[in-house]
């Protein structure tokens, strides 16, 4: 059996592993996002488009929409210059200490978004243990100047700066290192290189890392809520958030043509993004991709150094400080000192609080089993993508991603609408149950676990399991016994950064939660609104920790994975 004839027999005979995977991502796409169309379409009963107009167009709605573009916007522009700036250095220069710089920068962005933002609002504030003790604090009294739509533009842009960095890493990745050679042996600099050669070629790059900055930051909502709502300032999905939980399912119509706006938006920028992101640059090339080539002197390598510090120190270490410290006083506002060092907040919401226990312990089990499952499914799901999808797979991939890459409110109500009512035949409701949370979270973290395995799918040889057909081993077999071995190490990888991702997840469980099912995300939240933000600082350490742990792992995994698994490890590092 030659070659081709083997490739056409295992092609055939694997099809129908595809109707599962279209099965579930019609299940987890098509119908809730298709639910929340129809309910957004009638929201007076009938379907009709001017009631949804008219929710669109009132003055709240539009205060709101220009809220999020404002800050999504002058957040984006603050992402693209720190981002770029951090993605140039740690692709071209010779510096030491990339590949650390790159993951602690990276771990920044990885940390919830709610836990930042409590760090920046503690840092900041006229009760900041940090300032306090440099004797820095603002007067008492006095407004933290991040409570403001400036300071969400602020702590989103750094936040999401990241983004930036990981995107345009991907596209200099891709970028033959032989360009570069060639300029270099015709006497160009580094500045030279980067203007003629990597500023062209990565010009579809730039703009889609800027439109994905835009579109996390529309999406945000933890950064939003805990600098926005105090002084009433609401993004869409705040707006959506307060007139929930304030209202109930009763405004659901409502609340979904909220949803449907906020997801036309994104939605618009994601195409750009697709588009871009292919617009312009050079094929790769996967013998010699892009290594850094800057060698540059001890005063331009101090600078570099000393910047990169910088960036660290307030994109990191200052607001974990601020939190660490905030979570060892007796009360916020008290200031720091050895008399006063206690760690009574841990004790407090590790050992004696019920709420924050349990809360724990449904984090830990969600995030677990969302990442054991989807780990799992990962390894069937690429194997039938990559081997048998042909023309159907950049639909099967597009609708996968989109959850995911749609903001987590819109997730959020459409889980609602699905599961609010009984279940068909079984006749019970998954609404108000912890079930529905799992759900919500197996359906927008699935790129996580699919993207990582389909890269080591990628690098697998068909003749692997052509011998294996030839042994008179079944499909199912081979999947088990050949494929799904040499998938491990990515699956592992992609379950780790599931885990930490949906661990700290507020956006969507903030809407999902019920009694016996509060997150850690929403109890911290819930604490900060409560005024007992050295308990809420304690939970935020915690969180961070576990994060950084799951990060650690996964960069020692990335000797066994793909090039460019690991999105912060650069080429030659």
Not at 465 to 488: K, N, S, T
């Amino acid at each position: 059996m030659g070659p081709t004839t083997g490739r056409t027999f295992l092609e055939k005979e694997g099809r129908s592993l595809l109707v599962p995977v279209l099965g579930w991502v019609g299940l987890v796409t098509v119908l809730p996002l298709g639910m929340l169309a129809a309910m957004a379409l009638s929201i007076e009963g009938a379907p009709g488009l001017m009631p949804l107009l008219d929710e669109w167009t009132r003055p709240g709605t539009l205060r709101a929409v220009r809220n999020s573009l404002l800050t999504s916007g002058g957040a984006m522009l603050l992402s693209l210059v720190i981002g770029g700036a951090a993605a140039m250095a740690v692709g071209m220069a010779l510096v030491p200490g990339r590949r650390l710089f790159a993951l602690l920068f990276t771990l920044s962005m990885l940390i919830a978004p709610h836990v930042v933002a409590l760090a920046f609002k503690t840092l900041l504030g006229p009760a900041s243990p940090v300032l306090q003790a440099v004797g820095l604090a603002p007067l008492p009294g006095s407004a933290n100047p991040l409570v403001s739509l400036g300071g969400i533009i602020a702590v989103l842009g750094l936040h999401h700066a990241p983004i930036v960095m990981l995107t345009l890493l991907a596209g200099l990745r891709q970028v033959p290192h032989q360009l570069v050679e060639a300029a270099q042996i015709d006497g160009a600099r580094a500045w030279s290189i980067f203007r003629d050669i990597l500023l062209p070629l990565l010009a579809g790059h730039w703009i889609a890392a800027g439109l994905l900055a835009f579109v996390a930051a529309f999406g945000n909502f933890g950064i939003p809520a805990l600098l926005g709502l105090p002084v009433n300032v609401l993004t869409l999905p705040t707006l959506i958030y307060r007139e929930l939980t304030s209202f109930g399912p009763s405004v659901l119509p409502g609340v979904a043509g909220l949803a449907l706006l906020t997801m036309l938006i994104a939605g618009m920028i994601l195409l750009m993004v697709s588009r871009f992101q292919n617009r312009g640059e050079a094929q790769p090339d996967a013998e010699q991709p892009l290594r850094a080539f800057w060698q540059p002197g001890p005063a331009s390598t101090a600078i570099l150094l000393a910047l990169g510090a910088m960036l660290l120190l307030i994109a990191l270490v200052l607001p974990v400080l601020s939190l660490l410290a905030a979570s060892l006083v007796p009360a916020y506002g008290v200031p720091l000192t050895p008399e006063t060092l206690t760690g009574q907040a841990y004790a407090e919401v590790l050992f004696r609080q019920q709420a924050t226990r349990e809360a724990f312990l449904n984090s830990f089990r969600l995030a677990g089993l969302a990442a054991v499952i989807l780990g799992l499914l990962s390894i069937p799901m690429a194997f039938a993508v990559h081997r048998y999808s042909g023309r159907l797979r950049p639909l099967l991939l597009l609708l996968a991603d989109l959850p995911y890459a749609l903001p987590g409110i819109v997730i959020a109500i459409a889980m609602i609408l699905v599961f609010l009512k009984p279940l068909p035949v079984v006749g019970f409701s998954l609404y108000a149950t912890p079930w529905i949370i799992l759900l919500a979270y197996l359906v927008r973290f699935l790129p996580l676990a699919l993207k990582p395995t389909l890269a080591s799918m990628a690098m697998l040889p068909p003749s692997i399991e052509e011998a294996g057909a030839l042994c008179g081993a079944r499909v199912r077999r081979r999947l088990v016994d050949l494929v799904a071995p040499a998938l491990m190490p990515a699956v592992g990888a992609g379950m780790l950064m599931i885990f930490l991702m949906a661990f700290t997840e507020l956006t969507v469980s903030a809407l999902l939660w019920s009694a016996g099912s509060r997150t850690v995300g929403v109890v911290m939240y819930g604490l900060e609104e409560a005024g007992q933000t050295t308990e809420a600082s304690a939970i935020g350490i915690a969180t961070i920790l576990v994060v950084g742990l799951a990060m650690l792992l996964i960069d020692r995994l990335a000797a066994f994975l793909p090039p460019g698994a690991v999105p912060w490890k650069p080429v030659d590092a």
